[in-house]
């Protein structure tokens, strides 16, 4: 990645290249949600971001999301208002803003998740990739009760077998998604994985192609009364060959916003 790049740039390269792997594999950019994940972002490439149309975010972090989501909602109320304003003044004129009030921001939680911090995370989150056990889907559900909201998730699944990797096993998968079907008020929508870090290409598409198979497998039983269509694969360094398999959510953070900032030591 040319570190020269602007913020614009790298986004446009980003979505080209997701157009081209949906191209390759059949299918519409318009059918993947690119979620641009804001970990080393500065709030001002957020609202950047947001003005060049995109509208979906993610957090590793809890305390991170909720930061940051609270702070862009205040800027995004405030420039929808300005924007309206500014709308009704140039009626009739032909003139108008580039920043659309009425597409609001998503913010996806996609970090490991505690039950301890489920309930700030489901005040912000449009949809939790990070479900691994039944415990925390139960606790989801006691929180979506009392808000008396639907809450939508997808099950975390450990494809790459790694032991450091969060995610439910493969053969447990199936069994959570069935156990979640059953909650009022919590709604299984899909899956989520990581592949390893590796140099092997082929290691990461097996990695990807077991999780789409389980996928389509878990569809296939009735999962989710059919709104389970989502399947949350590929990051940086690999969400084209995720593409490729399948998903139609890829994570994206390093090749949109840029590569961590060294920090300097005194």
Same mark, same amino acid.
């Given at each position: ?9 790298? &986004? ?14 059949g299918r ?13 972002a500065?709030?001002?490439?957020i609202?950047?971001l ?15 999301l909720?930061?940051?989501?609270? #702070?862009?909602?205040?800027?995004f ?16 004129d032909?003139?108008?803003? #580039? ?7 998503r ?25 691994? =056990? ?18 939508? #998730? ?5 494809? =790459? ?24 008020? #919590? ?18 598409r ?7 198979e ?24 690999? &969400? ?22 060294e920090?300097?030591?005194?």
């Amino acid at each position: 990645m040319n570190a020269s790049q602007t913020l614009e740039s790298r &986004y446009n390269e980003v979505r080209t290249r997701v157009g081209e792997a949906c191209a390759s594999a059949g299918r519409t950019p318009s059918s993947v949600i690119l979620v641009a994940v804001a970990k080393h972002a500065e709030i001002d490439d957020i609202r950047e971001l947001i003005e060049l149309g995109h509208r979906d975010f993610g957090e590793n972090r809890v305390q991170q999301l909720i930061q940051r989501a609270s #702070v862009v909602k205040e800027w995004f109320d405030r420039m929808s208002v300005l924007e309206r304003t500014r709308a009704q003044r140039s009626a009739g004129d032909g003139e108008g803003g #580039v920043f659309d009030a009425d597409k609001p921001v998503r913010w996806h939680m996609i970090g490991s998740l505690q039950r301890n911090k489920a309930r700030k995370v489901v005040e912000f989150s449009r949809l939790i990739h990070s479900v691994d =056990s039944l415990r925390l889907a139960e606790e989801l559900q006691t929180i979506a009760n009392k808000r008396d909201e639907t809450i939508d #998730v997808l099950v975390q699944v450990n494809c =790459s077998g790694e032991d450091q990797k969060h995610g439910c096993p493969v053969a447990a998968a199936g069994v959570l998604a069935e156990q979640i079907d059953t909650m009022i008020n #919590v709604r299984v929508r899909g899956l989520m994985t990581m592949a390893a870090e590796t140099d092997n290409p082929e290691t990461t598409r097996t990695t990807f192609r077991r999780c789409r198979e389980l996928f389509e497998d878990i569809r296939r039983e009735g999962a989710g009364e059919g709104r389970f269509d989502l399947l949350s694969m590929g990051m940086s360094g690999d &969400y084209e060959i995720a593409l490729e398999e399948g998903a139609n959510i890829v994570r994206v953070g390093t090749s949109i916003f840029g590569a961590k900032p060294e920090t300097v030591e005194a």
